[in-house]
């Protein structure tokens, strides 16, 4: 394997996700603090970092297919490095404003986008496309997984220790990183099987191969409708613990943060226990194990030991979600052809991120028909249904291993030549 490439890849990764924790922390505390923003505007900032995920997901998709995958990871941050630096200089120069923020928030959002659609499918510029991109991909998923546990834990202990504008400028010196690590990468061409020339990428290629192969579609769905489940989850958890329960700040935060425990061990074991019992059984087995630990906090959670009860749940909870998000993106990167790599991986970024907004509000809607436990318990027994759809929507399905490479799974697979 080259490993020089897989360092200098998992590196920049996990130097450019730390750099967009710090940037969700520290802009907001700045625009609080420093410019006495009201909570609204607050609402504001954090409303413009999100909607790129949203809006132009796809289109990120579509340009990473088009361009040079590794030239626009480099723009890409300097782009970052550009918005990132302007903060700290303007606050140095006493002519920050809110404006100022709104468009960096805005513009930082939309480049990280296009790093993300070309980092999450550059690894066969990379490694090929043979055994050697499996081992490889795993591997990059598996640090994926860990930057989604430990970049908000890390952001947050930068900003404590340095200030939001000290941390603003760490961030820009993130990015600075990134971007010379990146520039140290050395592709390779992919071959282009033989026929008629294709044409030009379009963004609902994307849409079309996912929805059109049983496979990729059972993965897609089961994962929107767990993060939307999720994030009706993360709505309620916290009001629940804190106001029903009596906890402390500090106890939830604690609870919150040790999780990450699991989180960390599971992205370590994702890659063997899909090398051992392939993609699909993983997946199914690591979504339905994870309801028994989410009832925890609505059974228990009251009794005296209910703390130490819902810590365990909550580091069984990220292991196995770890799991599971690590074996999907695994499996996309191995499975999916080349070509439409960008382009499958953010149209299944867009399902997920899209779903959040809509289950936060679910979530908080509920409360106003039930209570908080209820509404908890009926939650977490709707996450029972992403592994259903796993169930069914592989059920005699051709894959038997753990990467699903070369394997036709259904045989309604949509003609590639039609869509690439």
Not at 82 to 102: E, F, I, K
Not at 175 to 180: M, N, P
Request: overall charge positive; glycine content about 10%; hydrophobic content about 50%.
């Amino acid at each position: 394997m080259n490993n020089r490439n897989l360092r200098l890849l998992l590196t920049a990764g996990v130097v450019s996700d730390t750099g967009t924790a710090i940037t969700a922390i520290a802009v907001p505390l700045i625009a609080i603090e420093d410019l006495r923003a009201a909570p609204a505007m607050v609402g504001v900032l954090g409303a413009l970092a999100t909607m790129p995920q949203l809006v132009l997901s796809l289109w990120a998709g579509t340009v990473a297919d088009r361009v040079d995958k590794r030239r626009l990871m480099l723009v890409s941050d300097a782009v970052r490095l550009a918005l990132m630096a302007s903060v700290p200089l303007a606050a140095v120069l006493d002519v920050l404003t809110l404006a100022q923020l709104c468009v960096v928030v805005l513009l930082e959002a939309a480049a990280g986008l296009l790093f993300a659609g070309a980092n999450s499918s550059i690894a066969p510029e990379l490694f090929g496309t043979g055994p050697e991109l499996a081992r490889a991909s795993s591997r990059i998923s598996s640090a994926f997984s860990a930057a989604l546990i430990l970049g908000p834990s890390l952001g947050g202990l930068l900003v404590g220790l340095l200030g939001a504008a000290g941390a603003v400028s760490l961030d820009a010196l993130s990015y600075a990183l990134s971007l010379l690590l990146i520039a140290g990468l050395r592709t390779r061409a992919i071959s282009e099987p033989s026929g008629p020339v294709r044409p030009k990428p379009r963004a609902r290629d994307g849409l079309t191969f996912v929805f059109g192969r049983r496979d990729f579609r059972s993965i897609a769905v089961a994962n929107s409708l767990d993060s939307l489940l999720m994030a009706a989850w993360q709505a309620l958890w916290l009001v629940y613990v804190v106001h029903t329960l009596g906890w402390s700040s500090a106890e939830a935060g604690l609870v919150l943060g040790a999780g990450g425990i699991g989180g960390l061990a599971g992205s370590l074991c994702a890659g063997s226990l899909v090398a051992r019992f392939s993609t699909f059984p993983v997946l199914v087995t690591t979504s339905l194990a994870a309801v028994p630990c989410y009832l925890v906090t609505p059974m228990l959670g009251a009794y005296s030991w209910g703390p130490a009860a819902v810590l365990a749940s909550t580091v069984l909870t990220l292991f196995f979600t770890i799991v599971f998000t690590t074996a999907a993106r695994t499996y996309r990167l191995t499975a999916c052809p080349p070509d439409l790599l960008g382009r499958v991986m953010m149209t299944n970024r867009w399902l997920s991120w899209g779903s959040r907004p809509l289950g936060a509000l679910c979530g908080g809607a509920l409360t106003l028909l039930i209570a908080p436990r209820t509404a908890l318990f009926a939650i977490a027994l709707g996450l029972a249904l992403p592994s259903l759809i796993l169930c069914l929507g592989t059920a005699g399905s051709g894959e038997t291993d753990g990467t699903g490479q070369g394997k036709k799974i259904d045989e309604n697979e949509p003609e590639q030549e039609n869509i690439r």
